[in-house]
Structures are given as C-alpha cells and as structure tokens.
C-alpha cells in the first residue's frame, strides 16, 4: 500500500517560517501532480499548493507570496516553504496527488503547524 509521511512541523512565532516535507514510499508518486493540503480545526481540508510533474506551481490566494511548493522527484520528496507565517495558517497539513487532475490516494497521517505568539 502506498505511504505518504508528511514531517516538519512544529510552534513557530508569527513571522516565522516552516519547511515540511513528504516522502512518498513509491516512485510512481513522482509521476502525478502533488498538492499539500491543511486542515484547521473546525475547517475542511482545503489545497492550498501545487505542482505539475514538470514543476509547474500554483497557490491559493492565502498563501501566495508566502509558500512554496517544491519537489525531488530522485528522493520521492515534496516541500513546503512557509514564510511569514500567521495564526491563520495553524493547521494539520498533508500531503497527496493534486485532486484536480487525480483520485485523492490514503491520506497519510499529517504535520501539526501550530503559529502563536
């Protein structure tokens, strides 16, 4: 069964910054469109980052400017660089192949980003 562990989280102070990963137990991840996701509490699970298997990215307003989203298709990996992070951005977040262009696969268990002061 494929695996996606998602690592990185952790308290930071507004302002601060964030860089999570996640590691894909199969290659074939590497061949689809991937997205990190968040939920916050009493929140649905929204995608907020994504990229093509070319290395195209894309953002939702929230967080442009602020994130990036990169990946290392030689290490199964997907980032995420959060800069000037805010409570808002408080949440568990995931990661998975982008729902719009494929069927969401297991979600893995998530990292707590906590921002306070």
């Known amino acids: 069964q494929v695996q996606l562990v998602e690592s990185g989280g952790g308290l930071v102070q507004p302002g601060g910054s964030l860089r999570l990963s996640c590691v894909a137990s199969e290659t074939t991840f590497m061949l689809y469109n991937m997205g990190w996701y968040r939920q916050g509490p009493g929140k649905q699970r929204e995608l907020v980052a994504g990229i093509t298997v070319s290395g195209n990215t894309n953002y939702a307003d929230s967080v442009k400017g602020r994130f990036t989203i990169s990946r290392d298709n030689a290490k199964n990996t997907v980032y995420l660089q959060m800069n000037s992070l805010k409570p808002e951005d408080t949440a568990i977040y995931y990661c998975?192949?982008?729902?719009?262009?494929?069927?969401?696969?297991?979600w893995g268990q998530g990292t707590q980003v906590t921002v306070s002061s």
């Open positions: 998975n192949v982008d729902r719009r262009y494929n069927t969401i696969i297991s």
